[in-house]
């Protein structure tokens, strides 16, 4: 699959783990590094390598309500971005509508007014974010038995949160999605309930393989983050 092969073969020391239709905004490495920097020294000297390791940041996604015209341009700035979302009412967080629980839990009216990175308060069992996180030996790779349309990107999200890994949302960072037609793999993941029940079949699987990698004696993966 095309996430495991990009997780292998990544020269760079931190991977963003975003879909390839999503465009970075602007100057996006460099506000990463000052928000990663701020979060960082929060904590204690001692703290900051094992902190380093499992913190999993959170870029908020959005996309574009209706199908935009070549002139309209990807928005430039944060304060552009959220009039935008705000008051021209054209762009909005993404699969808000669709899968309202995806990303509920950045908190977009938290972030459009935010300045420095806040941690993730609750997490649930629907959250995908996009984020960047640390590569590492003991970092948690994609389950290469989601070979196809669904559920790999959120179980991914919850083996991270199984590992202990913090979510912490960057406030001046965002990606936007690129309209396009529907992808093949999913039209057949929606059309046939055969793919789907052996989709939900696997994430079943995944999730009891995961009780048993990390001990966990319920669903409750991680307590509250408490960088709020």
Request: charge should be neutral; include cysteine.
């Amino acid at each position: 699959m095309f996430e495991l092969f990009s997780f292998r073969h990544a020269r760079s020391d931190y991977i963003l783990l975003a879909d390839a239709d999503f465009l970075p905004s602007p100057s996006f490495v460099q506000h990463y590094r000052n928000g990663s920097y701020l979060w960082y020294n929060r904590a204690p000297s001692e703290e900051q390598t094992s902190s380093a390791e499992k913190a999993a940041f959170v870029v908020p996604g959005f996309e574009f309500l209706t199908l935009p015209k070549v002139s309209v341009a990807v928005p430039e700035t944060k304060h552009e971005l959220v009039d935008r979302v705000l008051n021209r009412k054209d762009i909005a967080p993404f699969s808000f509508t669709a899968s309202p629980l995806a990303h509920k839990p950045t908190d977009f009216n938290k972030w459009y007014t935010s300045h420095e990175p806040y941690g993730i308060s609750e997490y649930q069992d629907k959250f995908e974010p996009y984020v960047v996180i640390k590569k590492s030996a003991a970092m948690p790779m994609y389950d290469e038995r989601f070979h196809s349309y669904g559920m790999n990107k959120v179980s991914h999200i919850m083996e991270l949160a199984a590992a202990g890994y913090q979510f912490v949302v960057l406030p001046n960072v965002w990606l936007i999605h690129v309209p396009h037609f529907e992808s093949s793999h999913k039209r057949q993941f929606l059309q046939d309930p055969n793919e789907r029940l052996r989709n939900r079949l696997t994430r079943f699987e995944f999730v009891v393989r995961l009780m048993n990698k990390y001990k966990l004696e319920s669903c409750a993966l991680v307590p509250p983050n408490k960088l709020n």
